[in-house]
């Protein structure tokens, strides 16, 4: 039984362990708002002292001491979240790539009003690949009109500025895709570095015993913003130490870190890739959006086509969503400008002379693509030289006729094995499209919404609430009170024994 010192002792440990409850407390209602703030607890043990005489041993209680103090964290809520997120950020940039794709189709679309106030929307360049075979068939019947020439070749260069525009929009998104790598790999270097920054304060703040949890939340946020660029691990060593790592790769290492890099252009001989810019060694990242980026920057699957290939089975087999889309825009205008070009270049133009290509390329050293092609500037200066026979019969205009048959011929494209005319096989491109993107969106969506779900779950492990921190001061202090009326009433003992000396 302890003494009336010893229940003094007792009494006024419960008093300190109270007190740095309440202040706890506290610190937990002084960080309701604060962001990414985990809720502080303090874990408190029996105190006692245990002798033996050989015989037997006596326990001796001396009151409570404090365990430790320590933030409310789920170590497994906080790596499946991190593996989640980066899964989620990559699809997050994979569905907006597809999104802004159609976005770009859309902007070369028409919108149309009839008398009854009806609107319909049409594909631009749906419209412009009919109004380009109108020009030809109005031609096939007056091939001497000169006007209708013209029309034909103005039709043309309307088709060609539209595929081009489109083209060239889609090069700056894949371009956009490079400088995604690059400025996500920076900040992840930035990111690594304040990590390790952060390792080293709390090793020393927590060295002679010291709490830091406030830099612990600091830490933890850092990570959770490395989630969403790439595939990090977490782990913490017997000795305490932090250390993140990508694919095996470490990048922070205690209070050291490892610096990335960015190599390749992105195009198909030079691919990008991520390697540490110590040793130039690859390192693998599968997801987050650094990985996305590394994707929709791939031009593998973009390629000249030879006319020996036609008909070019388009397929939807390239990683990037960007190079599948130009590498069908490409087959779209190469096919069909290799096919009226074998047709214009075996007849003979209005004065009798050897029959021109329609479509030429802008750099002659370099092959027949929707970055090297142009209406054959010889006939935009002089339409005489537009091809519509094949000899100089009066009245013979099969060459023209020929290329309104490309119009319906099914022979002419193939997607995935099928074969398809010029209008079917760009409607197949948007349903591709379209298909794509609700596929990206509905993934996305359902992956976001784990993400959140796992958020909402550390948040009931981790979040501070006040009606919860009120109702612990009210405990502590009651139990800080009873401990000091403890104290006062032995002081009163004391004071009496002394009296009846």
């Known amino acids: 039984m302890s003494s009336t010192f010893g229940t003094y002792s007792v009494a006024y440990s419960g008093m300190y362990t109270n007190q740095a409850a309440l202040t706890t407390t506290s610190t937990n209602l002084a960080n309701v708002d604060t962001t990414g703030a985990s809720k502080v607890q303090l874990t408190s043990v029996d105190s006692s002292t245990s002798q033996s005489d050989g015989t037997s041993t006596t326990v001796s209680t001396n009151g409570v001491t404090v365990s430790s103090i320590t933030r409310s964290r789920d170590i497994y809520l906080d790596s499946t979240y991190r593996t989640e997120n980066a899964e989620s950020t990559y699809l997050a940039v994979k569905s907006g790539n597809v999104e802004y794709i159609d976005t770009i189709l859309s902007e070369y679309d028409t919108v149309t009003t009839d008398d009854d106030g009806n609107t319909t929307a049409t594909s631009g360049v749906e419209d412009s690949i009919t109004d380009f075979f109108s020009a030809w068939e109005t031609l096939s019947t007056s091939s001497t009109s000169e006007t209708d020439r013209i029309a034909v070749v103005t039709a043309g260069s309307d088709l060609l500025t539209k595929l081009i525009a489109i083209d060239e929009e889609l090069q700056q998104l894949q371009e956009d895709a490079v400088t995604g790598v690059e400025d996500g790999v920076d900040s992840l270097n930035d990111l690594a570095e304040q990590v390790a920054d952060l390792n080293a304060q709390i090793t020393l703040a927590e060295a002679g015993g010291g709490e830091a949890s406030y830099l612990r939340d600091q830490r933890d946020a850092l990570l959770d913003e490395m989630s969403s660029l790439a595939n990090i691990t977490v782990t913490t060593g017997s000795d305490g130490v932090l250390s993140v790592s990508i694919s095996g790769v470490t990048v922070v290492d205690g209070d050291e870190y490892n610096t990335l890099a960015v190599e390749g252009s992105g195009t198909t001989d030079d691919p990008l890739k991520v390697v540490l810019a110590d040793s130039g060694n690859e390192v693998d ?26 008909p070019y089975n388009f397929t939807t087999d390239a990683t990037s969503s960007i190079t599948t889309m130009r590498q069908a825009l490409n087959i779209l205008i190469t096919t069909l400008a290799t096919s009226i070009n074998s047709l214009t270049s075996s007849g003979v133009d209005l004065d ?21 092609i142009q209406v054959n500037p010889e006939l935009v200066s002089d339409s005489d030289k537009v091809v519509t026979s094949s000899g100089e019969d009066d009245g013979d205009n099969s060459i023209a006729d020929a290329i309104c048959d490309l119009d319906s011929d099914t022979a002419l494209y193939e997607n995935e094995g099928t074969s398809l005319d010029i209008i079917d096989y760009y409607s197949a491109i948007t349903t591709w499209l379209g ?22 779950q550390r948040d009931a492990v981790s979040a501070i609430s006040i009606d919860e921190e009120m109702s612990n001061m009210i405990k502590y202090q009651t139990a800080y009170a009873a401990s000091a009326r403890v104290m006062n009433t032995i002081d009163d003992m004391i004071a009496s024994l002394i009296d009846a000396f």
């Open 285 to 310: 990242i599968t997801s987050g959006s650094i990985k996305a980026y590394m994707e929709d920057a791939d031009q593998t699957g973009y390629e000249t086509i030879d006319a020996s290939d036609l």
């Open 435 to 456: 298909t794509e993107g609700d596929t990206l969106s509905s993934n996305y969506a359902t992956q976001a919404a784990l993400v959140t779900q796992l958020d909402y």
């Open 352 to 372: 009798g002379n050897a029959g021109l290509d329609f479509f030429t390329t802008i750099d002659a050293s370099e092959p027949l693509s929707i970055t090297n």
